[in-house]
Structures are given as structure tokens and as C-alpha cells.
């Protein structure tokens, strides 16, 4: 087996069939990682990747981790399902499109009544004007999915943010509504799913937990959105801190991700910051 040297820790990678399972093994210091084969090795940044090497194992905290590449058939049907609802603009003219927003303010607002999808109420929830259609250009029709998934599924986290509830709130807070479309556009961004090949480890960790959750992209925004507002009031930040805010949000959930036992959404630290 050859070693080429470089920064960082030593990455083993070895030709092997297809799994949708990332598999743990222990690496006893100067040995392979497993069975002695047709092994290649490298070290540092994933100098693997358009090598059509089957997996990459990496390691983190003295344990090898196997992240395959080739995608499983439920992967492969799952991350088209994911990819479809990325590329779906919104569309005001369409029925369910109407719907959905009607959904949207039917379970962040139960009690009040909608006037209308063009409406100065919309700004309540965040929205940057009356018609909240022209704020989902930047991540399409499934950033209202998101927001809809959240307000359902975690409804006193949903309504604890959109209320700036907790905490020392700036005087001039996120725009929650507008908020949540970063956020999905953040998510879209560092998993790279439009990528042909991986070129993350993150991409690649996700794609395994998509697999057993066909929901691990909404759940992921879910998380996303309330590490984001911890950090906002850790920051004691102000709105033109936003940008700044997303992007220690993106570092968190990745280095979350790849952490040594979290194998879906749900073991993230974070996760438990929803309710």
C-alpha cells in the first residue's frame, strides 16, 4: 500500500463494492484498514474525488469511517426526488403553489384570518413586502416547503423565532420569513447536491442519512434555523450581521455532521435545541 504525505491526517482510500452504510472499523497503528487489497492512500484534502474509486475512507479520532461514493438505488431515487423540489420556482399562478402559502399562514397564524396572498399582512411573518412571491426567487418553491415543514413539525420552536421570543433581542432583528429562504439557499450550497461527484465529505454524509430519511433535508433546515438564531443572540447581532451569522451557522453544522456518532439528523447536537 503506498502513503503520499501531506497536510493534515492520514486518509486510507480502497477500491470496494457499493454499501449505503457508513461502516466503522478500528485501524491498528501501521496496518491497513481492513482487508489487504488492491489499497491506495493518500493524505489531507479528498484527493480522491474524479478518481472513480469506489469509497473513501477517512479518519476521525482513531476511527476509520467508509463514505461510498457510487449511490445506493434508494440514494440515487431520493436525491432525484431532492433535486426536483431544488429546481421548482415558485409560481404564483398555480393552485397549489396558492395552497401552500395559504398553508403556511393557516399554521403560523391559526387564529387570524388571511386577507388575501397580496396583503400588507404577510409582513408580519417576515416577508419583505405584500406579496411574499417575489421573496423565493433566490431558493424556489422549496424553501416555502421548508418553512411550511418547520412551522408544522416543530411548531413551539417555529412560533419562538418567529416571535423572537428568549433571549436579548437587537432593535433591529432578522426578517424571519426572508430568514428562512437563506437559510434554505445556505443548505442548497454546502451540500452540493448538484455536483456530479462528491466533493465534500459533507455531501457525501448527507447523502447516507438521505437515504434512510427521505425528510433529512427539511430536518436539516430545521436545525439550521435555530442554531442560527443561538448564534444571532450569542452574537448579540444586528441585521447587517445576518450574513455573517449564516455563514458560522454553516461552519457549526458541518463540523456537527461529521461528527464521530452522528449517522442521521437526529444525533446532531443541535437537534435537541427543537421542540
Known amino acids: ?35 489487504a487489497a488492491s489499497d491506495d ?13 469506489t469509497c473513501v ?19 440515487a431515487k431520493r436525491l432525484r426526488r431532492l433535486k426536483h423540489r431544488m429546481k421548482v420556482y415558485f409560481d ?8 401552500a402559502l395559504r398553508a403556511l399562514w393557516a399554521a403560523t397564524y391559526p387564529d387570524q384570518e388571511l386577507h388575501g396572498l397580496i396583503s400588507d399582512q404577510w409582513k408580519e ?14 431558493a424556489g418553491f422549496i424553501s416555502l416547503e421548508n418553512l411550511l415543514f418547520f412551522a408544522k413539525t416543530f411548531s413551539t ?27 434554505t439557499f445556505m443548505l442548497m450550497q454546502m451540500l ?16 447516507q442519512m438521505l437515504s434512510d430519511n427521505e425528510w433529512a433535508f427539511d430536518l436539516l433546515y430545521c436545525v439550521a ?4 438564531d443561538k448564534q444571532w443572540l450569542e452574537r448579540n447581532a444586528t441585521y447587517m450581521e445576518f450574513n455573517d451569522v449564516l455563514k458560522s451557522t454553516r461552519a457549526q453544522l458541518e463540523r456537527e455532521l461529521l461528527m464521530d456518532d452522528v449517522l442521521q439528523i437526529e444525533e446532531m447536537p443541535s437537534y435537541s435545541l427543537l421542540s
Open 57 to 75: 475512507c477517512f479518519k476521525r479520532k482513531g476511527t476509520y469511517e467508509r463514505i461510498c461514493i457510487n449511490l445506493t438505488p434508494q440514494q
Open 225 to 228: 434555523f435555530v442554531v442560527m
Open 41 to 53: 492512500a493518500t493524505c489531507g484534502t479528498p484527493t480522491w474525488i474524479g478518481k472513480g474509486l
Open 1 to 35: 500500500m503506498r502513503v503520499f504525505r501531506s497536510q493534515g491526517g492520514c486518509v486510507a482510500i480502497r477500491t470496494l463494492s457499493p454499501s449505503s452504510s457508513i461502516n466503522r472499523y478500528s485501524h491498528a497503528h501501521g496496518s491497513a484498514p481492513g482487508p
Open 192 to 207: 452540493d447536491l448538484e455536483a456530479t461527484k462528491p466533493r465534500t465529505f459533507v455531501r457525501s454524509v448527507f447523502l
Open 125 to 138: 411573518m417576515g416577508w419583505q413586502g405584500k406579496d411574499p412571491s417575489t421573496d423565493f426567487r433566490g
Open 92 to 99: 404564483a399562478s398555480r393552485p397549489d403553489h396558492q395552497e
Open 157 to 183: 420552536s417555529f412560533q419562538r423565532l418567529l416571535r423572537k421570543q428568549g433571549g436579548k433581542r437587537a432593535a433591529w432583528e432578522y426578517p424571519f420569513a426572508v430568514a428562512g429562504v437563506n437559510i
